[in-house]
């Protein structure tokens, strides 16, 4: 997303693990990508003199990330996570004291162009450093700031939600096979109904719920789909199912964000 809105490729240096997939992203992205397995000084060298570097590891390994790179920081470079459950406190634990760290929750839908993102600042991230860490988003997505208590709500809503909208499209599909369509063309006509129907919620100022009313004809067959869905209670399953992915969040905090 930061390279198709214009970051110069030059100025990223990524790195990963396995130096197999270091030369795919390289070839991919035209940055350049830096294999620990290959070079196990690849982060710190990644991180010495950047403004800002993102964390984009595993929860359960951020911290030892976090450990790994605090030598190589400068005072003033913004750490920003992306991950899930990793509290802001246990990071700034890991890393030289006063250095800001940013958490966010982004999305894929960054990939497109059509990200949203949470984002908390941490004790000694101002607006500056801040405004840096919304940067690297802005040019893919839209960036809201959330008191950190709220992260894990909001990666129950946008951080795994796109999740929610593929599992749509895969139950669609399956349904539509089951009524007799050829399985290819079941499957065509859920994905783009799932994606032309996500590019009308993209117009400014759309209300979901009139989009819905507009297609359901009183008597017709969406009204049947509809109440039969509501009947089942899908407001208490998409409502659990979020509740899980926030206690999924909270668990993660309690497993790896204690150290
Ligand atoms: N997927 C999503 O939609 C979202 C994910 N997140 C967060 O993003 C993070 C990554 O998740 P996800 O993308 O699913 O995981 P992936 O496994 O796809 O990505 C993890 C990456 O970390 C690399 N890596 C692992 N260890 C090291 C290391 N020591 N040094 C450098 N690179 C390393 C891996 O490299 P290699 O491939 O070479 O092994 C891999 O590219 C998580 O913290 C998650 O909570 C947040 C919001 C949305
Ligand atoms: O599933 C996860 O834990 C990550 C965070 C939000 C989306 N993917």
Redesign the pocket.
């Known amino acids: 997303g930061m390279l198709a809105a214009g970051t110069d490729p030059g100025s990223v240096r990524a ?4 130096a197999t ?2 030369r795919q992203r390289e070839e991919r992205f035209r940055v350049t990508v830096t ?2 397995e290959a070079d196990p000084e ?2 710190r060298n990644a991180a010495a003199g950047a403004d800002v570097v993102v964390l ?4 359960k ?2 911290l030892s ?1 976090c450990r ?1 790179i605090a030598g190589a920081l400068r005072p003033g470079t913004v750490v920003v996570s ?4 990793i509290p802001l406190a246990a990071m700034e634990r890991h890393l030289p004291a006063g250095q800001p760290v940013v958490r966010t ?4 839908p960054l990939t497109v162009g059509m990200g949203v993102v949470g984002m908390a600042g941490g004790a000694a991230a101002t607006e500056e450093h801040l405004a840096a860490a919304t940067a690297l988003f802005a040019g893919s997505g839209t960036v809201h700031r959330v008191a950190e208590d709220q992260i894990d709500a909001v ?1 129950a809503v946008s ?1 795994s939600g ?1 999740a929610y909208a593929f599992l749509l499209a895969e139950l669609m599909a399956a349904g539509g096979a089951q009524m007799g369509l050829d399985e290819d063309l079941a499957a065509e006509l859920a994905r783009n109904t799932v994606a032309g129907a996500g590019r009308m919620l993209a117009e400014p100022g759309v209300d979901p719920a009139a989009l819905r009313r507009a297609v359901t004809s009183p008597n017709g067959t969406t009204e049947a789909a509809v109440e039969s869905f509501l009947a089942a209670d899908l407001a208490g399953i998409i409502a659990r199912g979020m509740q899980a992915s926030a206690a999924r969040g909270r668990a993660i905090s309690e497993e790896f964000g204690n150290s």
């Open positions: 790195t990963g693990r396995s997939t270091a294999a620990t690849a982060n984009g590891v595993k929860p390994d951020i990330l790994e992306v991950a899930a459950g929750m982004p999305n894929t990666a951080g796109p």
